[in-house]
């Protein structure tokens, strides 16, 4: 195996934040030495969610086991996903802040699947994956990621799951979502979807031109998600989707802090 040097574009903060919480879990645990150290190891778990290698290769490069580097990458991420907001603190902050609005926006993570798996397949995207909702900012920042479902579940079905529209009364917000959500908010009070239909008047086609552009941002959520190379195509447990999303969700929103 040959081995080389790379960069991570991620800040030096966001890696002392991580291995913070794993200081503080070993000494919970009673578990003072590691063949890592707590730097070392948030350090794995950065180039593993980023670049998206598989725990081979990454242990390889620091000299683990790729066992070790599945624990330690397992470990790491629960603790990111615990410190991912739930969705009412989160919209209640949004409202604190002063939001207008949110926007709302279903994602597909794919996944390594056979055509068997009918439940993961997504008829929308031709591809086997799981279904994370995601709810941002008018800037584009993420403000909640849902657990995950499988891929064949529709957006507005997702929501229900979830419960968003019962959260945003409670908030007293509006969301902006995608044709996806049409008829999930009967009364259109708080979830704001655009007209459908061919040959619509000039007026609707203007409406939703400026729908579409208050809608956009959230486009640039999932896109910070995606960015980090895991969630590409995830070649692990499909159930791990939502957990892996909130540690990355944590991570990426620490980032713009730190920077």
Not at 7 to 20: E, M
Not at 168 to 194: F, S, W
């Amino acid at each position: 195996m040959l081995f080389y040097r790379a960069a991570l574009p991620l800040s030096h903060q966001t890696l002392t934040f991580v291995s913070g919480l794993i200081r503080t879990h070993c000494r919970q645990v009673g578990s003072p030495w590691r063949r890592l150290n707590p730097g070392q190891q948030a350090l794995l778990v950065l180039v593993y969610l980023r670049k998206g290698e598989p725990f081979a290769e990454v242990g390889a490069g620091f000299e683990v086991s790729t066992t070790t580097c599945w624990r330690y990458v397992n470990e790491t991420v629960e603790l990111l996903a615990a410190q991912a907001p739930k969705l009412r603190a989160a919209l209640r902050k949004a409202k604190r802040d002063g939001l207008a609005y949110v926007i709302i926006d279903g994602t597909l993570i794919p996944i390594d699947r056979i055509a068997a798996d009918r439940p993961f397949y997504s008829g929308k995207h031709k591809m086997h994956g799981m279904n994370l909702q995601v709810i941002a900012s008018p800037d584009g920042t993420i403000l909640w990621v849902s657990g995950d479902l499988p891929g064949a579940t529709h957006d507005t079905a997702a929501a229900r799951i979830w419960q968003v529209l019962a959260a945003l009364r409670d908030a007293g917000l509006i969301a902006v979502g995608d044709k996806g959500y049409h008829g999930y908010d009967e009364t259109g009070n708080h979830v704001i979807t655009p007209y459908k239909g061919r040959n619509k008047p000039e007026s609707q086609k203007d409406a939703n031109r400026a729908h579409a552009r208050l809608r956009g941002p959230g486009e640039r959520a999932n896109a910070q998600l995606k960015s980090w190379r895991i969630l590409r195509k995830l070649r692990c447990c499909p159930r791990r989707a939502g957990q892996l999303a909130k540690a990355i969700h944590v991570l990426q929103n620490y980032e713009i802090t730190a920077g």
